[in-house]
């Protein structure tokens, strides 16, 4: 199976960064899409951001221009980068991915992380 450890989160000023980061590792053939999504008290899980292999990222309109997903997949790793944060980003955001796993052929599993607090609060 895979496991995925998200770091990263914590409290920071408007205006502020954070850099968020999600390790994948487990028996992993190859890692197909990394996401992140977050879930802010009382409301649903929503799309943050994705990036899938051999296509170009996605971004809910309420981060475009001020977070950048980035991976490394030598690490098997996704990064959320996230620039002048607001008071409404404040939430848990949770690592996705989805993998082929070793011995399991061409079947996608989807797996989650534990999710990561991030809170913007002056």
């Known amino acids: 199976q895979v496991q995925l450890v998200e770091s990263g989160g914590g409290l920071v000023q408007p205006g502020g960064s954070l850099r968020l980061s999600c390790a994948a590792s487990?028996?992993?053939?190859?890692?197909?899409?990394m996401a992140w999504y977050c879930q802010a008290p009382g409301k649903q899980r929503e799309l943050v951001a994705s990036?899938?292999?051999?296509?170009?990222?996605i971004y809910a309109d309420s981060v475009k221009g001020r977070f950048t997903i980035s991976r490394d997949n030598t690490k098997n790793t996704v990064y959320l980068q996230m620039n002048n944060l607001k008071p409404e980003d404040t939430a848990v955001y949770y690592c996705?991915?989805?993998?082929?796993?070793?011995?399991?052929?061409?079947?996608?599993?989807?797996?989650w992380g534990q999710g990561t607090q991030v809170t913007v609060s002056s």
């Open positions: 996705n991915a989805g993998a082929f796993i070793i011995g399991r052929g061409q079947v996608e599993y989807n797996y």
């Open positions: 487990g028996s992993i053939f190859r890692i197909n899409r």
């Open positions: 990036v899938t292999s051999g296509s170009r990222p």
